[in-house]
Every structure is written in structure tokens, then in C-alpha cells.
């Protein structure tokens, strides 16, 4: 039965009782009174039958302990029994969906330890005790910093800027190298994800050390081969038809040079930072300026302009910056036809980052290229890098060395209208902040 058809029955009832009550008044001569009697009697059992719900809901509304009762006050108990049915299913449901999360979570490979805004551990998984020595239990409400004591870790947690992973060495077995991941839940909680990358590590510095071994191993022999055809090229007696082969396997032995001496820079740079302060303070627009003569010798027909902040300087490599902002500038050239203008910028932004551009309005990329440019070997059109010189190892090699400053490489370009490539330095790399941080 429901509500509504609790309130009719006991509503129907009750003037039932109402009519007989009045007929049986009228019968004896006193229905004023018969009524005023059923009234207040009908009254009364109700405040009574609501003093007994009233105090069973207080008492928590046990059900063994429920009030017997009838009509309506019997359809709330009944009502009441259903709600905490529902409700005791609905917590049952949640307790087990937390107990297989819980589980799920404590048996994940990564170390996975949940922090307060002060960095203390809330909670941690079981491959947080084998990864960093934290143990879920004992170590709760301890600072993770006081736990583990690596040096790069610590100004990882503090740091508010966009570093969202580092790799370290594991404080149970320095042999292990693992990668950290910060991820912010909400105003107040941040969790902290260890994974073992110790294998990846091994497998990419044996590839980094093979590819270096490799072009190490080229450059003699290319060497060689070079001198062999200068001198093959010097002799008189050579057929022009000869002449001619010589001169296009001197093209290719140098092209095969230039790969190698890219490949082997690339190697150099993938994978470490630069540390903090590590490096010179490089000035920038004295390195841009020194790159514009050589630029002639690749084309005479195109307009550079400069647009420099003299005092703005960056510490970092001067080898790797002068490859990195010479690329852009080269390829500029390289890949815009005669007449096209080429405008060089460096500046600070509102953040204080450092911000090299270079921007031309030649021929533009595709979009569908864009996000593929700086991967090894990946060429708009395979012909023109080739004639022009191009390795496909230029992009890859701005990207690493920028990265390796703390950097990033944006790209920019619209077909027909031109191409915007820019590198941006965090503030902490200029001179002004080194100087500031160094009063
Ligand atoms: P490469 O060493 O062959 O020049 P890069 O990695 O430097 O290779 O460049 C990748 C590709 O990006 C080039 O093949 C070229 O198609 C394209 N590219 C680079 N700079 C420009 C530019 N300023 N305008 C148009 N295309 C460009």
C-alpha cells in the first residue's frame, strides 16, 4: 500500500466512525456530545500513535524496536524501514566499489602516495614501500620530503611552474632510476606516481651510445673518402664525364657527413638538462649577429632584419644555442624563395621568459605537418631538404637543445602567408633573474 492510499483508508475510516458515532448520538439525544467524545478520542490515539514514531526516529529507527501501529503512522514506519533499506544497499554498494579501488591501488607496479597541500602522506600503495621506502602505515602524516632526501625531488615537489615529471634515482637502490609524476586533485591534494623505468633508461642509453658509437665510427672512413676524391677531382687527365660523377659523390659523401655529425650532436643532446645555472651567459644578439654573413653565402636575395634586446642574455650552452638559433635562421633561408623577408626577434615576454623568433613570410607548411617537424628524418618535401642540403635532423636538434635549456620549440605556419618558429626560455634561465638570484 501507499501513502496516498493509507491517507484514503484511514480517512474513509474515520468518517465511518464519524456517521455511526453521530446516528448512535442522535439515537441516545446527545450527538453534540457523541461527537465531541469520538473527536477528541481519534485525536488523542493520533498524538499518541506520532509520540511513539517520534521517539522510535529519534532512537535511530531500529527496526525491531518499531512502534506497532496502524493506518497511516504504520505506512511511515514502512516507509522509513524502505529508506534505510535503500540506504544500507547504497553504502554497501560503496563500501566494496572503495575496497576494490583500494585494492586496485595498493596493488598497482607504480608507487602511488597521496599528499596534503603541506606535502604530508595521506596515503600510500604497497610499491611505495619497495620504490621509496614508504611505508602506508607507519609514515602517515609525515612530510614526504623528511622520507625521501634526493635533492632534485625535493625542488620538483616545491616547484609551481609546469614540471610535471622528473626521473631520479631510487632512494631504496640508486641503481634504479625512476620516474616521478605530479598530479594535482582538486584545491588541496597532490599525488605522487613513481614508476621503475630503469629498463627504458638502459635501453635508450644504449641506443644513444650506439647511434653515437656508430657516427664516431663513419666519420674516419668518410674522411678518407673525401680525401681520396679531392684528389681524384685535382687531376687533369679525369674525362668531364668522369669529372662530373666525382663531383656528385663529393655531394653525397658531405651530405652523408652532415648526417653523420648531426646524428652524432642529436645524441649528445636528447635526454639530460642542463643543471640550473649550469653553463655560460651567452650574448644572444652578438651570437644572432654573427650568423648573418654566413647567411649570404646561402642566398644574397633575402631581407633578414633584427629586432634584438641587447641586455637580454641566457645562460646556457653557447655551442648548442648558436646550433639551435642558426637552424631556424638557416632554414629559413633554405626553404623561402628569393626576395622573402626574415625577421629575427628576441625579447622578454610579460612572464620574463626569454623568446627567440624567427619569422618568415614564405611559401608556409601544412598544418597536418606541423606536429611531425621536429621528428628525426620527417621532411615536408624529401627533394627540396635534399638540394638543399638538409639532413631532416635540424628540427629534432632545435627541439633537444631547447629542452635541454629548460625550453620549448613552437611552430606556427599558414600556407601562402608564412612560418613562425619560436623558442621560449624560462625566466629563470635570462641574466636578469641569474644575476637577481645571485645578490
Ligand atoms: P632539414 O635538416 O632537412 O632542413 P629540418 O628538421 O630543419 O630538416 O626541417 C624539417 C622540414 O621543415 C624541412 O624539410 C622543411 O620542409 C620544413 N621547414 C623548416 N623551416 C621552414 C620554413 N621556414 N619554411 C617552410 N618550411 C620549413
Redesign the pocket.
Known amino acids: 500500500m501507499n501513502f496516498s492510499s493509507s491517507l484514503k483508508s484511514e480517512i474513509t475510516w474515520v468518517l465511518s466512525g464519524f456517521i455511526g458515532v453521530l446516528l448512535a448520538g442522535f439515537a441516545l439525544g446527545w450527538p453534540s456530545v457523541a461527537v465531541i467524545l469520538y473527536l477528541g478520542g481519534y485525536v488523542g490515539w493520533l498524538l499518541f500513535r506520532i509520540n511513539a514514531l517520534v521517539r522510535w526516529l529519534d532512537a535511530g529507527a531500529k527496526a525491531s524496536d518499531a512502534p506497532p501501529t496502524t493506518g497511516l503512522t504504520n505506512e511511515i514506519v514502512q516507509l522509513v524501514h524502505r529508506e534505510k533499506k535503500y540506504s544500507r544497499k547504497q553504502k554497501n554498494k560503496y563500501r566494496s566499489t572503495l575496497a576494490q579501488f583500494n585494492s586496485l591501488a595498493a596493488d598497482l607496479p607504480d608507487a602511488t602516495v597521496v599528499l596534503s597541500e603541506d606535502h604530508e602522506i595521506r596515503w600510500a600503495n604497497a610499491a611505495a614501500q619497495i620504490l621509496l621506502n614508504i611505508h602506508p602505515d607507519r609514515d602517515k602524516g609525515q612530510r614526504i620530503d623528511n622520507l625521501v632526501r634526493v635533492p632534485e625531488f625535493r625542488e620538483f615537489l616545491h616547484a609551481e611552474d609546469g614540471i610535471e615529471e622528473i626521473e631520479i634515482a631510487g632512494p631504496v637502490a640508486p641503481e634504479k632510476v625512476l620516474a616521478v609524476r605530479k598530479v594535482r586533485t582538486g584545491k588541496h591534494m597532490t599525488v605522487l606516481i613513481a614508476a621503475d623505468i630503469t629498463q627504458r633508461v638502459q635501453v635508450r642509453e644504449m641506443r644513444k651510445a650506439f647511434v653515437a658509437d656508430v657516427s664516431h665510427e663513419l666519420r674516419t672512413p668518410l674522411t678518407v673518402i673525401r680525401g681520396y676524391l679531392e684528389l681524384l677531382r685535382d687531376d687533369p687527365s679525369l674525362t668531364k664525364e668522369f669529372a662530373t660523377s666525382i663531383d656528385q659523390i663529393t655531394d653525397q659523401s658531405d651530405r652523408m657527413r652532415g648526417i653523420v655529425d648531426?646524428l652524432l650532436q642529436l645524441s649528445k643532446l636528447e635526454g639530460n638538462l642542463l643543471g640550473k645555472n649550469e653553463g655560460v651567459l651567452v650574448n644572444v644578439q652578438a651570437m644572432v649577429e654573427s650568423m648573418i654573413a654566413p647567411l649570404e653565402e646561402i642566398s644574397a636575395d633575402h631581407h633578414v632584419t633584427l629586432d634584438m634586446q641587447p641586455n637580454l642574455h641566457l645562460v646556457g650552452s653557447e655551442r648548442e644555442l648558436y646550433s639551435a638559433f642558426n637552424?631556424?635562421l638557416t632554414?629559413?633561408v633554405?626553404?623561402?624563395d628569393a626576395g622573402t623577408t626574415i625577421h629575427v626577434k628576441w625579447e622578454s615576454d610579460s612572464d620574463g621568459n626569454a623568446v627567440y623568433t624567427?619569422s618568415?613570410n614564405?611559401?608556409?607548411?601544412e598544418a597536418r605537418?606541423l606536429s611531425r617537424?621536429?621528428e628525426r628524418f620527417?621532411?615536408?618535401?624529401?627533394s627540396?631538404?635534399?638540394d638543399?642540403g638538409?639532413?631532416?635532423?635540424?628540427?629534432?636538434?632545435?627541439k633537444h637543445a631547447a629542452q635541454r635549456h629548460g625550453g620549448t620549440l613552437h611552430i606556427v605556419?599558414t600556407p601562402g602567408t608564412?612560418?613562425e618558429?619560436q623558442i621560449t626560455f624560462p625566466a629563470s634561465r635570462s641574466n636578469t633573474s641569474v644575476i637577481a638570484s645571485n645578490q
Do not use: M
Not at 390 to 398: D, M, N
Open positions: 648531426d637552424n631556424l632554414n629559413a633554405r626553404y623561402t624567427v618568415d614564405g611559401p608556409g607548411i605537418h617537424l621536429s620527417y621532411r615536408v618535401d624529401a627540396r631538404s635534399r638543399n638538409g639532413t631532416g635532423l635540424g628540427l629534432a636538434i632545435v605556419s608564412g612560418s618558429f
